[in-house]
């Protein structure tokens, strides 16, 4: 059975940089084709994907938040960590980490996401 | 890019059917075949309910369909159940490392 589980701190003050940390089993990061992206999801607003990190360690990030944002995995762990730099009150939000897999036919991943863990809200608040 | 669009909520009796659009623009809803759905429970993880537009998982009931046309997705529940009364959430590929979402929907089983 695969679980996620994202940890992190619940309050974080402005320009402050956000570490979480996706705790995961049921598969390896060190396993061909396994991927695990990071979203997210503000109050009232819809989710936005924010980064993914695959097996080969290669990483992809939200072009809007590229700047900002380090992604990283501990494979003997089974973790993922998101690095989210100059935190501002609209990063506020509840984070997801989801795993994905990648499809070697089509050379990109599966567009779709799951499992998800359950989520951590970060509030951005002096 | 912007989210995809879905209605703020919608509504149905046990055993009726219901469908969800998610409209986008035609460099992520209707440039790929590639929308995927999530219903999400409160306090719970969402969970992956439609893939590639109309594909279901494994475990998925057959109640729950989706379909394309253009830049508008939907997700239909037939059958309503109460333990379908959540949020729905589309996603849709926009690129080859890029994903956009919806807004969500909430859906109350009346």
């Known amino acids: 059975q695969v679980t996620l589980r994202e940890s992190g701190p619940a309050l974080v003050k402005p320009t402050q940089t956000l570490t979480l940390t996706c705790t995961f089993s049921g598969f390896s990061l060190g396993t061909n084709g396994m991927c695990v992206s990071w979203i997210r999801q503000p109050p009232g607003k819809a989710l936005e994907w924010l980064a993914l990190?695959?097996?080969?360690?290669?990483?992809y990030y939200s072009t809007s938040l590229k700047t900002r944002l380090t992604i990283s995995k501990d494979t003997s762990k089974n973790q993922v960590v998101l690095r989210m730099t100059n935190m501002d009150p609209v990063d506020t939000a509840t984070y997801y980490c989801?795993?994905?897999?990648?499809?070697?036919?089509?050379?990109?991943?599966?567009?779709?996401?799951?499992?998800w863990g359950q989520g951590t809200l970060v509030t951005v608040s002096s | 890019q912007s989210a995809l669009t879905q209605p703020r909520s919608v509504s149905g009796s046990p055993g009726q059917s219901v469908t969800i659009s998610c409209t986008g623009t035609n460099s992520d809803v209707g440039g790929y075949n590639y929308v995927s759905w999530y219903q999400h429970h409160p306090g719970k993880a969402p969970e992956l309910m439609i893939y590639d537009v109309s594909k279901r998982p494994s475990g998925v009931p057959d109640r729950f369909s989706g379909s394309k046309s253009g830049n508008t997705a939907s997700l239909t529940i037939s059958g309503l159940q109460a333990e379908d009364e959540a949020h729905y959430y589309c996603?849709?590929?926009?690129?080859?490392?890029?994903?956009?979402f919806g807004g969500g929907t909430k859906l109350t089983v009346l």
């Open positions: 989801a795993r994905t897999t990648y499809n070697f036919l089509s050379g990109r991943p599966y567009n779709w996401f799951g499992p």
């Open positions: 990190i695959d097996w080969d360690d290669d990483k």
């Open positions: 996603c849709s590929s926009a690129g080859r490392y890029s994903w956009v």
